[in-house]
């Protein structure tokens, strides 16, 4: 009994620290989007805020720190994005739907090669597969003449929906593989026999059979494209997808900005996520439910026919939403106590830093002046004429500290 409690207790502790190392960053990262600091970080905490979910902040050294809503370069790369995975959906889905039915059509000898030929792209690198669709497509412009095929053989989003789609179609295809492995193929042969021809047993028999896959592959294919980066970044030629433009900013330095629309897009995939689940439910519980009627209906037996209750019934999940609301409305309160919240929290500690930084500047001065004596002394007079210093504007302080060094020196 002791060895069953034992396992039980590490089965417990290895599932706590597969779900921290899966959902860990995405918390920390969520919690980030909300402390006013330039830099994401959860410690030190500023001040609660949700400036960089609006227009973001002007930084005490000048620089403007924009937020998810005045941030043109993310809705530029999110526009962008959405019409590349919109063209992938359009063309990947029927490819990969096409490339299904052919395999259940060729003969038994030539399956393995077919399919193996299918899930090829997969297999190659998406730099490889980015890098050759522009140099195609760069060759078959320099043939175009400057018309039409020219514009969109140097067009990044035509190149790109092409190039993920090379490799994007083979997930489709597997999906409509594994949906096809479980068709009837003698309701087709059915159909035929009644007078049907290929179009209609295509519209009316296979296409809603496929109806799940196809809805999936859409799915899949969308959020493939969403998120491709390597194959992207090498196609898109001038143009940026979200991917592509989150890369550039985390190059330069990572902003508070990018853990807001990390927040934004984890809460619209859980919404669509419990929509769908909620939905789900209720069609399988009328499904059954029609299910216990039909059985009913054909054997007349009482014990079959379940009766409802009109009785309330909470479900299990609306305590779990309680507990984080009650926590968040704590977690506030004593954030308020305690003066991390409000334009009072967030100017105090603009002023903080902005004082820390003039005093960075005023010792950069000093050591500044003490160089140039020194070298003075040395007899370098002609690297001091060189070099004109950077700290020759008296007003050079006025903007970062509020301090003037001559005036400070004739007090």
């Not at 290895?14 to 410690?43: H, Q, W």
């Not at 379940?306 to 479900?315: S, V, Y």
């Not at 003075?376 to 301090?403: A, M, Q, R, T, Y």
């Amino acid at each position: 009994m002791k060895s069953q409690q034992a396992l039980k207790i590490l089965l417990g502790i290895y599932i706590f620290i597969f779900f921290a190392y899966l959902f860990g960053p995405l918390v920390i990262m969520s919690i980030t989007a909300f402390n006013s600091a330039e830099f994401p970080s959860v410690t030190p905490w500023e001040c609660f805020s949700l400036r960089w979910f609006n227009e973001g902040k002007i930084a005490y050294d000048g620089q403007h720190l924009a937020g998810l809503a005045t941030d043109w370069r993310l809705h530029e790369g999110l526009i962008t994005s959405l019409k590349i995975g919109l063209g992938v959906v359009l063309l990947a889905v029927p490819i990969g739907l096409s490339a299904a039915l052919v395999l259940t059509q060729v003969h038994s000898r030539l399956r393995t090669a077919f399919y193996s030929i299918s899930i090829m792209p997969v297999l190659f690198p998406g730099v490889i597969i980015g890098i050759s669709t522009v140099v195609l497509w760069d060759r078959i412009a320099t043939m175009g003449g400057g018309g039409l095929v020219t514009q969109l053989g140097r067009n990044g989003v035509f190149l790109t929906i092409l190039a993920q789609t090379c490799f994007i179609s083979t997930y489709c295809f597997l999906i409509f593989v594994a949906r096809l492995q479980r068709f009837d193929q003698t309701q087709e042969e059915a159909a035929l026999d009644l007078g049907a021809n290929q179009t209609q047993v295509f519209f009316k028999i296979l296409i809603p059979y496929m109806m799940p896959a196809i809805a999936s592959s859409c799915v899949i294919a969308f959020l493939a494209s969403f998120e491709n980066y390597n194959t992207t970044v090498f196609s898109i030629l001038s143009d940026q997808t979200l991917t592509t433009v989150i890369a550039s900013k985390v190059r330069l330095g990572i902003s508070p900005a990018i853990s807001s629309l990390a927040l934004v897009i984890i809460l619209i995939t859980l919404t669509v996520t419990i929509i769908y689940e909620v939905l789900r439910r209720r069609e399988d519980k009328k499904k059954k439910e029609l299910e216990a009627e039909a059985l009913f209906a054909q054997t007349l037996d009482s014990r079959l026919k379940k009766t409802k209750t009109n009785g309330l019934k909470i479900p299990k999940s609306i305590f779990v939403i309680l507990f984080f609301v009650v926590v968040c409305i704590f977690g506030f309160n004593k954030m308020v106590e305690k003066g991390m919240y409000g334009s009072t929290c967030i100017a105090a500690a603009e002023k903080e830093k902005k004082s820390n930084f003039a005093d960075q500047l005023k010792l950069l001065q000093k050591n500044a002046e003490i160089a140039n004596q020194r070298s003075s002394e040395n007899g370098d007079v002609g690297e001091k004429k060189e070099f004109d210093s950077i700290f020759g504007d008296p007003n050079l302080f006025k903007d970062f500290g509020g301090f003037d060094s001559k005036t400070q020196d004739q007090d």
